[in-house]
């Protein structure tokens, strides 16, 4: 577990990928072992192997698969540190490595496409959050409606999402992680192929660049806090994965 370079990088939390089902070659055993039914006795596949969930959908013409999974995770064991290079290669090895004991195979990684993608920036608070949160509530976003949970804000519709919350609450309460530091999380989250596209350039996994996505991370985050005169922050980039 690396809870390091919380501050040093824009992050990557969750990713889903669509893969079309005839770009999955599937083991006969393996697969079968994984199978279920649903209520209406329609079977379905799902697996989970270190913190990859697969899901094969089967609704009418739809036929696909569905890999989810959290970038920050599959690094670093928990969803805290912002080392999670976003660099395809690298992906591409780790997931094929658990989908192969999964009993799955992806044919054409260049078909491949983001669904979903989180960006995260941690932000050191000098005090604690409750008496930051405030200041959240000034925040906006175009098309977006806010909402309040508890002590987390979100800007939302149904293709984006900027989301702030209280990170060091959530790894108490989720992970029993206790952390030193007050951390505000700012996250935001393409919740659909098309807006990665629209936003990105591209859904294609292949093609999606790390520059691209921090150019559009921080041109969002500026339109949120537009309002502020005195909201500072570090700026993170991604980092790159050791060559």
Same mark, same amino acid.
């Given at each position: 577990?690396?809870?390091?370079?919380?501050?040093?990088?824009?992050?990557?939390?969750?990713?889903?990928?669509?893969?079309?089902?005839?770009?999955?070659?599937?083991?006969?055993?393996?697969?079968?072992?994984?199978?279920?039914?649903?209520?209406?006795?329609?079977?379905?596949? #799902?697996?989970?192997?270190?913190?990859?969930?697969?899901?094969?959908?089967?609704?009418?013409?739809?036929?696909?698969?569905?890999?989810?999974?959290?970038?920050?995770?599959?690094?670093?064991?928990?969803?805290?540190?912002?080392?999670?290079?976003?660099?395809?290669?690298? #992906?591409?090895?780790?997931?094929?490595?658990?989908?192969?004991?999964?009993?799955?195979?992806?044919?054409?990684?260049?078909?491949?496409?983001?669904?979903?993608?989180?960006?995260?920036?941690? #932000?050191?608070?000098?005090?604690?959050?409750?008496?930051?949160?405030?200041?959240?509530?000034?925040?906006?976003?175009?098309?977006?409606?806010?909402?309040?949970?508890?002590?987390?804000?979100?800007?939302?519709?149904?293709?984006?999402?900027?989301?702030?919350?209280?990170?060091?609450?959530?790894?108490?309460?989720?992970?029993?992680?206790?952390?030193?530091?007050?951390?505000?999380?700012?996250?935001?989250?393409?919740?659909?192929?098309?807006?990665?596209?629209?936003?990105?350039?591209?859904?294609?996994?292949?093609? #999606?660049?790390?520059?691209?996505?921090?150019?559009?991370?921080?041109?969002?985050?500026?339109?949120?806090?537009?309002?502020?005169?005195?909201?500072?922050?570090?700026?993170?980039?991604?980092?790159?994965?050791?060559?």
């Amino acid at each position: 577990m690396n809870l390091s370079n919380a501050f040093d990088y824009l992050g990557i939390d969750t990713i889903h990928l669509y893969i079309e089902l005839e770009n999955v070659k599937e083991d006969e055993f393996l697969c079968a072992l994984r199978i279920r039914h649903s209520k209406n006795k329609v079977p379905y596949y #799902i697996a989970r192997a270190k913190g990859v969930t697969v899901v094969k959908v089967l609704k009418g013409d739809f036929r696909y698969y569905k890999i989810n999974f959290s970038l920050s995770k599959l690094y670093n064991g928990v969803n805290y540190s912002s080392y999670s290079p976003f660099d395809y290669s690298e #992906i591409k090895n780790r997931l094929t490595l658990i989908l192969f004991g999964l009993g799955l195979s992806i044919k054409d990684w260049n078909k491949v496409k983001v669904s979903r993608l989180d960006v995260f920036l941690n #932000i050191e608070l000098e005090k604690d959050y409750e008496t930051c949160f405030p200041i959240l509530n000034t925040s906006t976003l175009p098309r977006t409606k806010p909402r309040l949970h508890g002590n987390s804000r979100y800007l939302e519709n149904k293709s984006v999402t900027l989301f702030a919350y209280d990170k060091k609450k959530q790894l108490s309460v989720r992970n029993k992680l206790e952390i030193q530091e007050d951390v505000l999380r700012l996250e935001l989250r393409y919740l659909k192929g098309r807006k990665v596209k629209e936003s990105l350039g591209s859904n294609l996994l292949k093609d #999606i660049k790390p520059d691209r996505v921090e150019k559009d991370f921080y041109k969002k985050l500026e339109k949120a806090f537009a309002s502020l005169k005195d909201f500072e922050h570090q700026t993170g980039s991604f980092c790159s994965y050791p060559t």
